[in-house]
């Protein structure tokens, strides 16, 4: 079983930046592909970002290439995500997940082995 715990969340301004956190509770983290994913109100949860299991590759949904960059510290058992030049459609409660069997592009279809309880952003136009 694997708990992931993010962090970072907050309230911004348009063009604002934050970085979140998502902290694993085992060793063997990097056995895992992670992956971001965003629920804003009333819709369905996407995909974001998500980076492999060594921290060399990674995928990006549209909307976040050139402004979000994920990443991974192997000894914090962390990943990463920087978020830059925030814009309201942004806001959404983000949450991180892991797989065990998942590339970095197949992230955005499987269902991931383990969630997070997610973080909130707001930004406020």
């Known amino acids: 079983q694997v708990q992931l715990v993010e962090s970072g969340g907050g309230v911004v301004p348009t063009g604002g930046s934050l970085r979140l956190s998502c902290v694993a509770s085992?060793?063997?983290?990097?056995?895992?592909?992670v992956g971001w994913f965003r629920q804003a109100p009333g819709k369905e949860r996407e995909f974001v970002a998500s980076v492999s299991r060594e921290g060399s590759s990674t995928y990006y949904a549209g909307p976040a290439k050139g402004r979000f960059f994920v990443s991974r510290d192997f000894a914090e058992k962390t990943v990463y995500l920087e978020m830059n030049d925030l814009k309201p459609e942004d806001t959404a409660i983000y949450y991180c997940?892991?797989?065990?069997?998942?590339?970095?592009?197949?992230?955005?279809?499987?269902?991931?082995?383990?969630w997070g309880q997610g973080t909130q952003v707001t930004v406020s136009s």
């Open positions: 997940a892991a797989d065990l069997r998942a590339s970095t592009a197949t992230m955005t279809t499987r269902k991931p082995d383990f």
């Open positions: 085992v060793s063997n983290f990097g056995f895992y592909t």
